[in-house]
């Protein structure tokens, strides 16, 4: 006889309970023993995916993870992490810390499933996926059919890679500001944005999905870009091997462990797009060190599979090399960082992108965030032939906009590079379209 599944779930729920009444995770924060970091040392019964759950929980609050050890052989689990906030200081606001402890103390008692900074149990808005072919002015179709259909963008986060587009939006009635919840609307959402993503090319994968469950957003682009093969390289795509990340992955025979090795350029957020990979496509991480040297990040992790064996044959050593690749990828950021903050409205990043694609620029990535009223947008734009932007551009959207502050920090490299051909060249040819501009604030700055 077939058991009940959510009736399984919930005896799942109360041994996970029981074994955390049993084994409380052990929390320790020292700002003493380091002179420039936060060490945090968790100890907690070990279980898949606990790994993943502490380091989101960690850079949800934005907090750089400068070195961590990692041990989870048998069945207890322990990590020591050296974090800093943005500007490379200690942590010592109290209210961060106690939130720490909170959530990986032995106070935290959610189902895993929900313990995510910055998601909520909420139904004030429907999310909306998106998986594609990119192509010249996708997003602006896309903003089009939204506008059509009466949706406002509230938030989001967009990502291109080896010719593929994600995007996780969160939406709601133009006309009420709540969650859309009528199925027959959500349907006819769904099928439009689905035809339009595969545009002529009818046997061009795409998929579209449209839900008020919860979601953190770039875990679940990481799976959204897995899913459609991003990791999947062009034959002619030989020619960058010397700009790919260095993955190496080998076998060490003596104690079962697949060694990945990664030397790339520190990044905020790299541990993260590693662990949640990893763990995405099930494989366990038993112990790991991870450090910083300069602006190089040395990462490596001691793996099995989920099914106790490290990787078995070159055609899995691949594609955990070529996954890991494309996981570090995701979240480079080509050309130049824009960064706009001012009072929200409707239609505010419609307009924005729409100026961005009349002056010939293309978005990279977006992402998309409102606030207590506010809108802070980051978006990532280059010029539409593959150049830099340059300084015409640039005053020829401040003629446009009106009255704004713009500010240049430093020069980055790509303005020394030559015109080159980039496959996320193209990526929105607007975001969103519709009414007429108001005053803003649009803060520039160089990644």
């Given at each position: 006889m077939e058991m009940n599944t959510s009736f399984s779930h919930d005896i799942d729920d109360e041994y996970e309970k029981f074994i955390r009444r049993m084994n409380p995770p052990r929390m320790v924060i020292?700002?003493?023993?380091?002179?420039?970091?936060?060490?945090?040392?968790?100890?907690?019964?070990?279980?898949?995916?606990?790994?993943?759950?502490?380091?989101?929980?960690?850079?949800?609050?934005?907090?750089?993870?400068?070195?961590?050890?990692?041990?989870?052989?048998?069945?207890?689990?322990?990590?020591?992490?050296?974090?800093?906030?943005?500007?490379?200081?200690?942590?010592?606001?109290?209210?961060?810390?106690d939130y720490i402890r909170k959530s990986l103390g032995p106070e935290s008692c959610l189902p895993s499933s929900m313990r995510s900074v910055g998601v909520k149990q909420s139904m004030d808005h429907t999310a909306i996926e998106l998986t594609g072919s990119d192509r010249p002015g996708l997003l602006s179709e896309v903003s089009a059919v939204l506008r059509h259909l009466k949706c406002n963008v509230v938030s989001g986060e967009v990502w291109t890679h080896n010719t593929r587009v994600a995007a996780v939006m969160q939406v709601t009635d133009e006309e009420t500001g709540t969650a859309i919840t009528d199925p027959e609307r959500l349907s006819r959402i769904k099928s439009l944005l689905c035809n339009l993503l595969k545009g002529s090319n009818k046997s061009s994968f795409a998929s579209t999905a449209v839900s008020n469950s919860v979601t953190h957003t770039e875990r679940r682009l990481h799976q959204m870009m897995f899913a459609d093969r991003d990791y999947e390289r062009m034959s002619d795509d030989a020619l960058n091997d010397r700009q790919r990340p260095n993955v190496d992955v080998v076998n060490w025979y003596d104690k079962d462990y697949s060694v990945v090795t990664i030397r790339c350029k520190d990044r905020p957020k790299l541990l993260f797009d590693m662990v949640c990979t990893l763990t995405d496509m099930d494989y366990v991480v038993f112990h790991a060190n991870i450090g910083t040297e300069g602006p190089t990040s040395y990462q490596e992790y001691y793996i099995r599979h989920v099914d106790g064996y490290p990787v078995k044959s070159e055609a899995e050593r691949q594609r955990v090399t070529q996954c890991l690749e494309a996981a570090i990828e995701r979240r480079v950021s080509e050309g130049l960082k824009l960064e706009l903050c001012t009072t929200d409205r409707v239609g505010l990043l419609s307009d924005v992108t729409r100026i961005f694609r009349e002056n010939s620029l293309t978005v990279t990535r977006a992402e998309v965030t409102t606030k207590a009223?506010?809108?802070?947008?980051?978006?990532?734009?280059?010029?539409?032939?593959?150049?830099?932007?340059?300084?015409?551009?640039?005053?020829?959207?401040?003629?446009?906009?009106?009255?704004?502050?713009?500010?240049?920090?430093?020069?980055?490299?790509?303005?020394?590079?030559?015109?080159?051909?980039?496959?996320?060249?193209?990526?929105?040819?607007?975001?969103?379209k519709s009414k007429s501009f108001v005053n803003f604030s649009l803060v520039r700055s160089y990644s």
């Open positions: 020292d700002n003493e023993t380091c002179k420039n970091a936060t060490v945090i040392r968790v100890d907690s019964a070990n279980k898949h995916g606990i790994l993943l759950e502490v380091v989101q929980i960690l850079t949800d609050l934005n907090l750089i993870i400068t070195k961590a050890y990692i041990s989870s052989d048998g069945n207890w689990f322990m990590d020591v992490f050296n974090v800093a906030d943005q500007d490379g200081n200690k942590i010592l606001d109290e209210g961060i810390l009223g506010k809108a802070v947008n980051t978006f990532y734009v280059r010029d539409a032939s593959g150049y830099p932007v340059d300084a015409k551009t640039i005053d020829s959207i401040r003629q446009v906009i009106g009255q704004t502050i713009l500010k240049v920090k430093g020069c980055p490299e790509d303005q020394k590079s030559a015109p080159q051909e980039s496959p996320t060249s193209f990526l929105f040819g607007g975001l969103f």
